[in-house]
């Protein structure tokens, strides 16, 4: 079964063969037709099995689809990760499962110029991937809004949950 047959996009699979990923992992397939047909996934599954394609694909095929600008200061998606490491790794893996397309994908993490972090939220994102401090002073400024957010997803869940 390839990526097509779980309902992502021509194009996207292509992107993914490019890069070497045929086939879906066990938490794909079970992930991804969930995700598209707009159910709420709970995932577990070990490091290095595909989460992060598991998630974001159907996210990213979602967000195509619409094709809708988010307004300023908003993002369509958002993708919470405990650690700027993980945020970083989650953003760099959709970017390259998305290229070519007109998705704005932006990062907001502690560690890193704030007022960067601003100026990139000023026109909106379609995704965002985010750690929460550092989303939450973009939530205290007023840089960021997210009362248009359709999709949000929580990687790592219960490590931000023990970290409080």
Do not use: C, W
């Not at 047959?5 to 938490?27: C, D, F, K, S, V």
């Not at 595909?50 to 996210?59: C, N, S, Y």
């Amino acid at each position: 079964m390839g990526f097509e047959e779980l309902g992502i996009a021509p194009r996207m699979a292509e992107m993914l063969a490019e890069q070497g990923i045929a086939e879906p992992t066990p938490i794909q397939v079970k992930a991804i037709p969930l995700a598209l047909e707009g159910r709420d996934v709970m995932g577990l599954a070990q490091t290095g099995t595909g989460k992060t394609a598991a998630f974001g694909l159907p996210l990213l095929h979602t967000l195509n689809k619409i094709g809708e600008r988010p307004a300023p200061k908003t993002a369509s998606g958002l993708i919470l990760a405990p650690t700027r490491e993980l945020a970083k790794q989650i953003m760099d893996n959709l970017r390259s499962y998305n290229k070519g397309s007109h998705l704005k994908i932006t990062l907001v993490v502690g560690g890193v110029s704030l007022n960067r972090q601003v100026e990139n939220m000023k026109r909106g994102v379609d995704l965002l991937v985010a750690t929460p401090g550092r989303l939450i002073d973009l939530i205290d400024r007023r840089a960021v809004d997210l009362s248009a957010t359709r999709f949000l997803v929580l990687d790592e869940a219960d490590q931000m949950l023990d970290m409080g």
